[in-house]
């Protein structure tokens, strides 16, 4: 079974622009959410879907947005980016309908690394 | 607002070693814990899953322990092996704010 899928691994962007990442769930799975890690915060949560709806969302400002397709593949979208987006984005997928609370563990991509420069 | 504290931040031991990592965290309100393993570069591999209404979950080597009300899990590694080297993480899933993580414990073990 294929794992969490995430493209691309590697981005550069330069301030101002703004960027899409993509996240394949794991087949079966309707759950997705997004988290940012970086060296300073570590992981931090930035949002949630199930069945293409936005169940919760992270404290980062409205540059982060994100959203689920009818086949669960999912993409994040930061606009207007800053130096201090740079950071490894991490997407999970689960079978549960709420992947924060019960007890589906999530499963991780390997991340797409972006750099802002 | 959760907070997720895991220590020590990094450990080194030779191989062989049985050894405990530590997590606590600071509201008792949760529906599970998970620890979780990464390796450099990459994504996150869960290792257990303790539901909120049990004590404690096992696999192979590793055995992770809850005592919701006070705060505290511990992950228990087993005859380590160079191949446990990587940082571990733990999580706590409370509800609205998707998981909170621990800022990880690095591990190291020598050949």
């Known amino acids: 079974k294929a794992g969490v899928t995430q493209t691309p691994r590697y981005l550069i962007k330069t301030r101002g622009q703004q960027v899409t990442l993509s996240c394949s769930p794991i087949?079966?799975?309707?759950?997705v959410s997004w988290y940012q890690q970086t060296p300073g915060q570590g992981l931090q949560f930035l949002f949630e879907?199930?069945?293409?709806?936005?169940?919760n969302k992270g404290n980062f400002p409205g540059r982060f947005s994100g959203r689920q397709f009818s086949n669960s593949r999912s993409e994040m979208n930061v606009s207007t980016l800053e130096l201090g987006d740079s950071a490894l984005y991490l997407c999970a997928s689960s079978w549960g309908d709420r992947p924060s609370s019960y007890n589906s563990p999530l499963h991780f991509g390997n991340g797409t690394r972006l750099t802002v420069t | 607002k959760q907070e997720v504290t895991q220590i020590p931040a990094a450990l080194s031991v030779p191989e062989g070693e049985n050894l405990v990592l530590n997590c606590s965290f600071t509201?008792?309100?949760?529906?599970?814990l998970q620890w979780f393993r990464q390796d450099p570069g990459k994504g996150l591999t869960s290792l257990l899953l303790i539901q909120s209404s049990q004590r404690e979950q096992t696999s192979g080597r590793l055995n992770a322990s809850l005592d919701k009300s006070s705060g505290r899990s511990t992950l228990y590694i087993a005859a380590s092996q160079p191949g446990d080297s990587a940082t571990y993480l733990c999580a706590v899933a409370g509800g609205a704010d998707g998981l909170t993580f621990g800022k990880g414990t690095h591990l190291i073990i020598q050949p």
């Open positions: 087949s079966g799975h309707r759950s």
């Open positions: 509201d008792s309100a949760i529906y599970n």
């Open positions: 879907y199930f069945s293409e709806t936005q169940r």
